[in-house]
């Protein structure tokens, strides 16, 4: 059964930082890649980062560029989002997603699998 779980959200204030993980299981990351999509209230769901099979290959939101950074851990079967220099506006739930679809970045509808995901608030 194939399951992907979020953790590491919380509050913190602008400027500060969290790490994200994304636990999964039920596949390698060599199988699938890994996207992570954020939604905030009254907004549609939006992609902010993936990495490939390889773990070779990355993408980035232009709004994140330059402040976070996806890495995986194969052996641990986990994939990271650090995120630093962090503005309310990253304030929403995020969440990862996989699937057997071919590359990196793709709309969030292609994805077939999600994990629950974990809520970031960016506030003073």
């Known amino acids: 059964q194939l399951q992907l779980v979020e953790s590491g959200g919380g509050l913190v204030q602008p400027g500060g930082s969290l790490r994200l993980s994304c636990a999964v299981s039920?596949?390698?990351?060599?199988?699938?890649?890994i996207g992570w999509f954020r939604q905030a209230p009254g907004k549609e769901r939006e992609g902010v980062s993936c990495?490939?099979?390889?773990?070779?290959?990355?993408n980035y939101a232009d709004s994140v560029k330059d402040r976070f950074t996806i890495s995986r851990d194969v052996a641990k079967n986990t994939v990271y989002l650090q995120m630093n220099s962090l503005k309310p506006e990253d304030t929403a739930m995020y969440y990862c997603?996989?699937?057997?679809?071919?590359?990196?970045?793709?709309?969030?509808?292609?994805?077939?699998?999600w994990g629950q995901g974990t809520q970031v608030t960016v506030s003073s």
């Open positions: 997603a996989t699937g057997p679809i071919l590359g990196c970045w793709h709309f969030a509808h292609e994805y077939p699998y």
């Open positions: 039920g596949f390698t990351l060599n199988d699938y890649s």
């Open positions: 990495i490939s099979t390889s773990g070779t290959i990355t």
